[in-house]
């Protein structure tokens, strides 16, 4: 839980500054560790080498010297015991004095200018039979090892030397400085790095991501700059490819917008032009005859002539026969009622017989996998639709001798196919036509497929003749 603390904390830390923050946090990190972890470790080996070096060096100084100072103590001649010291003291850089004490502990002879200092005398003697002995001493002004040999053994006393550790502190000073120097060297070069790369790598990606903004606000103008072929390249170019690929499907989903605005248009004209044919023929067709009816029987009433009223009652039942066949037709064009009570496959079978007769054209009509059944009803009538408008293009475009409808139920869908051996057309060309308006009947057809969840596709070629492909499927029609 602690944990998850803390690693939210960095990161709402981390997270909220830019990358270039970031990459440069992350190199100026790593060269500050890297230069402490070096000057620590050198200072530790360093120290530890040079004091071991310099031990044995006085070791060696104090060894040789209690062996070369027998003679003189055995002989009591402090003379040449004081000579032998002073020459050790300006013979070996690093020693500042010497003194030798007797088998009691007593000072010999020392090389101190003002006496020797008192708490020198109060080190502890060498353990019995040790070959020498080494302690640190902390004066004011340097650290001291004061090392000790016995000479014969300690039966005639002992010398002491001190060296000084400054000359070592020097030269490890001197080593540290240098690391410092060169990290501080390594710190400044590599931030600069960091800023630059961090700058190039970052650029494009800020770039990137003003354009995704843009994107965002629907302007789809932006333009990758030349990048490397690197991840960011790479990502600029598919997002260019991207944003072109929005542009491209926001103006087709305008021109849809638009095609589908203009063919509601359309359609609401072509119900109106519909009604308004209705209605003429009403009043000039059956109104006609319904007058005709009403003065004829007025005639009637009023005559007294049995003969008269049969001829004219028989001529009236016959105005009444057409104009009720004049209604038929009319109701039947409207919706022909078999589709409803019937189905689609009657209606079709009734449609293109009359159909071939009045055009003179052979019809053939195949249904599979319907046995019988009855389809969705928006599915029935856009199927009717469809095929009484590709069979009007037909009669009216394609100067044709025979045509073929198929209608098959198969994998949850409706398919049907309608084929002309006539004239054939250009068909990219009529559909992208902009005269839509005059492009009714093809369009209205893809609408009602595409109403139904379904697609249709025209096949023609000039001189080749038509087939239409429509599919619907079953399952998720409604209705
Ligand atoms: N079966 C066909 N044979 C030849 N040409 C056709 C056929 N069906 C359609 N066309 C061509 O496609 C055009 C568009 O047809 P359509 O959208 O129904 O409009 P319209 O029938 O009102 O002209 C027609 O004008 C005609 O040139
Ligand atoms: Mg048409």
Redesign the pocket.
């Known amino acids: 839980m602690r944990w998850a603390r803390w690693v939210e904390r960095f990161w709402s830390i981390a997270g909220a500054v830019s990358i270039r923050v970031k990459v440069m946090g992350i190199v100026i990190g790593l060269i500050l560790t890297l230069g402490a972890a070096v000057t620590v470790l050198l200072h530790r080996g360093l120290t530890t080498t040079l004091e071991r070096e310099l031990e044995e060096r006085g070791v060696a100084i104090a060894v040789n010297l209690a062996s070369r100072s027998q003679e003189p103590v055995l002989t009591d001649s402090l003379i040449t015991l004081y000579t032998l010291a002073n020459e050790t003291v300006r013979n070996n850089k690093g020693v500042l004095y010497v003194y030798v004490t007797d088998r009691h502990g007593q000072v010999l002879v020392h090389t101190f200018d003002r006496g020797i200092p008192e708490d020198l005398l109060t080190l502890p003697p060498i353990t019995a039979g040790a070959r020498h002995s080494v302690v640190q001493l902390h004066t004011e002004t340097a650290v001291v090892q004061s090392i000790s040999a016995p000479i014969l053994s300690g039966r005639a006393g002992a010398v002491h030397v001190g060296i000084s550790t400054s000359e070592m502190q020097a030269i490890i000073a001197g080593h540290i400085q240098r690391i410092v120097a060169i990290t501080s060297a390594v710190l400044v070069l590599g931030g600069v790095l960091a800023f630059a790369v961090a700058t190039i790598l970052t650029r494009p990606l800020a770039q990137l991501a003003a354009a995704a903004e843009a994107v965002g606000r629907g302007d789809f103008t932006w333009r990758p700059p030349r990048w490397a072929r690197d991840e960011i390249g790479r990502l600029g170019a598919s997002f260019a490819r991207m944003q072109e690929r929005l542009a491209h499907f926001r103006e087709e989903l305008r021109r849809h917008d638009e095609a589908r605005s203009r063919l509601l248009e359309q359609i609401i004209t072509a119900q109106e032009e519909e009604r308004r044919r209705i209605a003429r023929e009403l009043h000039d067709e059956t109104g006609q005859s319904l007058t005709t009816l009403v003065v004829g029987l007025t005639t009637i009433a009023a005559s007294g002539d049995l003969g008269a009223v049969r001829e004219r009652a028989r001529e009236l039942r016959s105005v009444a026969a057409r104009t009720l066949e004049e209604v038929h037709n009319l109701s039947r064009g409207l919706r022909p009622s078999v589709l409803d009570d019937l189905g689609l496959l009657a209606a079709l079978e009734r449609y293109l017989n009359e159909y071939g007769v009045s055009h003179g054209l052979a019809v053939d009509l195949h249904a599979r996998g319907l046995d019988g059944q009855r389809l969705p009803g928006p599915v029935e009538t856009a199927v009717y639709r469809i095929v009484q408008?590709a069979l009007t293009?037909?009669a009216?475009?394609?100067h044709a001798t025979a045509v073929s409808v198929l209608v098959e139920r198969r994998d949850g869908s409706l398919h049907l196919i309608v084929e002309?051996d006539?004239?054939?057309?250009e068909v990219d060309g009529?559909l992208a036509a902009q005269d839509i308006d005059?492009?009714?009947?093809?369009?209205g057809m893809r609408e009602r497929t595409a109403l139904l969840g379904g697609s249709l596709t025209v096949e023609?070629a000039p001189g080749h003749g038509?087939t239409i492909f429509v599919e619907v499927p079953l399952a998720s029609a409604r209705g």
């Open positions: 408008e293009n037909t009216k475009h394609a002309d006539g004239r054939g057309f009529v005059r492009r009714l009947g093809l369009h023609s038509t």
